[in-house]
């Protein structure tokens, strides 16, 4: 039987907790320290979780190992995904790719950048829109900077379409997304109109960095 309170990685085993047989008891520290040990692998040796992170990065922990008793104290449905919102480079995107890592035996998204999606529309159109309408799990990174797209002349705000239809997928068949953002509510809102705006909550929990957590390109 898989134990998954223990993580090897570079052939050191790392623990999260303990486990009962049944289910992990999670140990935050461990936790920290297992995230600073695989962030380094992933994004090179001056990775590390930030002490200011640390209430946003324990309410991602939270979310992704299903722990109720937090989950309902934070106001976090663990059937949603995750809207991660915050400023440019204070570190969404290597969250989001680095948290998964922690939930092995979950069932993975792929991270894929908005503006990436509407390139792909721009060429190839509006089977683009369709490609993400399956049962796959996504992130979609970057989500609100992206260009509005043109497909043969015709303009199409590709991103809401897609979280539309990812929103039935919710409602149907428990489908997840996650997204981050550099935008808040009201600008999301702005580019997407209320009725997309109001399935995302549905869709998400969001969860924020606070406004002045710290650049980590600099
Ligand atoms: N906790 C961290 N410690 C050190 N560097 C980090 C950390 N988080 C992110 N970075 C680095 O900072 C840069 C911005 O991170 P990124 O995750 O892309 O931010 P965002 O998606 O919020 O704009 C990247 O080069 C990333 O490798
Ligand atoms: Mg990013």
Redesign the pocket.
């Known amino acids: 039987m898989v134990n998954p309170s223990k993580i090897t990685e570079g052939g050191v085993e790392y623990s999260l907790g303990k486990f009962d047989g049944k289910s992990v008891i999670y140990d935050f520290p461990k936790i920290i320290t297992y995230l600073n040990a695989k ?1 380094k692998l992933l ?2 040796d ?5 002490d200011d ?1 640390h209430s946003t990065v324990l309410r991602l922990c939270n979310y992704f190992i299903k722990d109720k008793t937090n989950c309902a104290a934070q106001g976090i449905d663990p059937n949603k995904g995750i809207l991660l919102s ?10 989001m ?1 680095l948290l998964q890592h922690l939930v092995p035996h979950h069932r993975a998204y792929s991270m894929i950048p908005s503006r990436n999606i509407v390139f792909g529309f721009n060429h190839i159109g509006y089977k683009i829109i369709e490609d993400y309408g399956n049962g796959q799990f996504f992130c979609f ?2 989500l609100g900077i992206e260009p509005i797209g043109r497909h043969y002349g015709k303009d199409c705000n590709v991103m809401g379409e897609i979280l539309l239809s990812r929103h039935e997928l919710f409602l149907k068949n428990k489908i997840k997304t996650h997204a ?1 953002t ?1 935008l808040n509510a009201e600008e999301l809102e702005d580019l997407y109109g209320n009725r997309v705006r109001s399935r995302m909550r549905e869709l998400f929990n969001l969860i924020a ?1 606070p406004k002045n957590a710290s ?3 600099k």
Request: proline share 4%; aromatic share 14%.
């Open positions: 962030g994004f090179g001056t990775f590390k979780i930030y992170d915050g400023p440019v480079g204070c570190g969404k995107t290597s969250l790719r990174d970057d981050t550099n960095f650049d980590k390109r």
